[in-house]
Structures are given as C-alpha cells and as structure tokens.
C-alpha cells in the first residue's frame, strides 16, 4: 500500500533547531540549506511538479500518484526527521533487488510496483511504500563526467539512451532516478 507522507511538526522543529546550529557553526556547508516549514519543502508531490521549457519524452497516462514524490538525492534519510515514517531497510524483502531504477515519469514506475505488487501480494499488501523521484535535469550536468545511465538501475523508460553520459544525449532533457522505499511507522 502507497501512503502519502505528513509532517510531524515536533520532529520538523527539532531539525530545523539543529539545522540552524549547524549553519552557524558551518556555514561553508550549511549555509544554503533550507529550514522545513512544509513537507514539499523537502518531498513534493509528483501531481504538483510542472516541465517549463523541458521536451516530455512521454507524458504520464495515469493521475494516481499518491505517495509519489520529487525529492532530492538520499531523501530516504531524512524521512524520519520530518515524519512518522522510517525506511525499512530488509535485504530479505522480496523487491528489495528490484525497487530502484530509472523512468521518464512516474507512470512507468507505477506500472513496475503494481507489477510488483502482484508478484509479491502478500507482502505488498502488508507492507507500506513511498515512491521517491529524483530529476536528473541535462542542462545541469557537467561537459565532462556527471549523471551516467549505468549507475542508478535498469531503465524502465522509452528512450533509447546511446551515450554514458547525460549531459551527451541528445532529444531528452531529463530523467529520474526512482526508489520505490518501504517504510514502517515511527514515533520519536
């Protein structure tokens, strides 16, 4: 089952407390972070997110994408500092080989956990997951090294990379990086 994150705000107070410590005693490091005041601060829905000028190699074909969120990279650690989840990390889950990847949008990867989900029932069923979303945005990559296609996973998209790099590629703009997290409820 897909659940849709909400903010703890006691949890949320005290890592904005310890975030501005950390600020004043490293701003080299934390001087552009950002403290929390709404979960999309951290984790937005996927249904808010908008293309501007980036090409759409395909457009989503679903609209049900609750739990699905763009986050930024190593998101599932701070899950818990925000929230009343935690990631579940078990190496004996049935999908945990499989839950990671590459997509153009979140409708394929809804595509692979229903796939999942039928494979493995029970345990889906029982179990709770957030989907994480990372852009890889071409324009922001490097010329030389940067975001490379063998790195993050089977790609699960319809594009048909030709490059290692990215930044190489030509006719996409962006892709994501895709987790699909298993959490379990928490209370700190």
């Known amino acids: 089952m897909r659940v849709q994150l909400e903010?703890?705000?006691?949890k949320t107070e005290a890592h904005n407390k310890r975030l501005t410590e950390l600020k004043e005693q490293h701003p080299e490091v934390f001087g552009d972070v950002k403290t929390v005041g709404a979960l999309r601060d951290r984790f937005v829905p996927y249904a808010e997110i908008t293309y501007?000028?980036?090409?759409?190699?395909?457009?989503?074909?679903r609209n049900d994408f609750e739990g699905v969120y763009v986050c930024d990279l190593n998101s599932n650690h701070i899950i818990d500092s925000l929230t009343d989840y935690k990631e579940k990390k078990n190496l004996d889950s049935p999908i945990y080989w499989l839950n990671y990847g590459v997509c153009d949008n979140a409708s394929q990867v809804l595509d692979l956990y229903d796939s999942l989900c039928a494979?493995?029932?029970?345990?889906?069923?029982?179990?709770?997951?957030?989907?994480?979303?990372?852009?890889?945005?071409?324009?922001k990559q490097p010329e030389s090294g940067g975001w490379r296609w063998h790195k993050w996973g089977q790609y699960i998209g319809k594009f048909e990379p030709k490059c290692e790099y990215l930044y190489d590629e030509k006719g996409i703009d962006y892709v994501y990086c895709f987790e699909i997290l298993e959490v379990v409820e928490c209370w700190k």
């Open 7 to 10: 903010l703890n705000h006691s």
């Open 52 to 61: 501007g000028d980036l090409t759409v190699i395909q457009p989503d074909y």
């Open 119 to 139: 494979q493995n029932k029970e345990y889906m069923e029982n179990g709770k997951f957030v989907i994480l979303l990372v852009p890889m945005i071409r324009s």
